[in-house]
């Protein structure tokens, strides 16, 4: 935890130091402290308090300058920020219909509900490793695999059965969802299918903040600018990485034996309002949030 905190206050100091004043951890004791508080260079403050259960919350501080104070658990209340792909997708295509299924395994996903309801969205709510559950969402012209046990640390110190069944049976389910119905799929993928000790050996610049790609490297689809799919998969990536590999390669083999459509999306990081991040989400989804509202957050701290 106070790893999470000392690098979450050194991105505050250095990334956002236009906006940021000082950033300095407090509360409980020195060595567990419990807040990292941002001062802003309009006398505002944010606290960021991450918990033991994994959630985190942050509170921004403006009554002595504005009288006025926000809070954000797990879950913003900035509407105008319109961030949630189904809600953007059924703005710009207000004929098509969007049908989410989803079991709200991830704790506060039920918050999403009247947003979705209000936007026209269809729930039902179901578990993709049950195949009735899928049957129960009738026709579909494209399927967006999305659901999944997101985290890397998945697995660790744990049982791997939910993760296994999710990310790779339950992806087997949504592709014989797919075959049955004719339908095209998008799926969802991760960056961490690429071996991580390939990774750790890549040639990396030291930087006052991060460490950074070379431009020059070894690996062939390795390059500052991130990788490539000609990066070597061979090695061991978590089992969070395999599942998604694993469902790519029977994704594949789906498109090649029953001719359907499917694009694979090996995401690097998503992040935005309305995601119910865990702590080992934090750094990209608060660094992401003050970077998507940073255009909002100038003028007002300016
Ligand atoms: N967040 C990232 O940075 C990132 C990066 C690369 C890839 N991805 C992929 O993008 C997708 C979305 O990730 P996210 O970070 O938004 O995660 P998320 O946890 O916010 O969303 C996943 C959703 O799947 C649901 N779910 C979990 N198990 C289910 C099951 N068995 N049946 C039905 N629904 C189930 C959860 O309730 C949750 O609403 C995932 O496939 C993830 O692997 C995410």
Known sequence: MLLTYRILEQIAKTEFSDIVKNATL?????????KLRVFLIDGSFLDFWLSEENDYSFHWEQRAVRGLIHRWDNAPDHPEVESFPHLEFKKNNPETQILALDNLKRRGSELNLPRLKQNGIEFIHGDIRNREDLESAGKADLIIECSAEPSVMAGYNSSPEYLINTNLLGT?????YARKRDADVVFLSTSRVYPMRTINNLDFIETSTRFELSEEQSIPGASSKGFTED?????????????KLASELILQEYIEMYGIRGVINRCGLLTGSWQMGKVDQIIQEISGWIKENSEQLRPILT
């Not at 407090?26 to 419990?34: F, V």
């Not at 087997?172 to 014989?176: F, G, K």
């Not at 998969?233 to 089992?239: A, E, F, I, N």
């Open 26 to 34: 407090i509360g409980g004791k020195s060595a567990q402290p419990n």
């Open 172 to 176: 087997v389910n949504c592709l014989e």
């Open 231 to 243: 990066f070597p998969l061979h090695g061991p990536r978590t089992l969070y990485g395999a599942t």
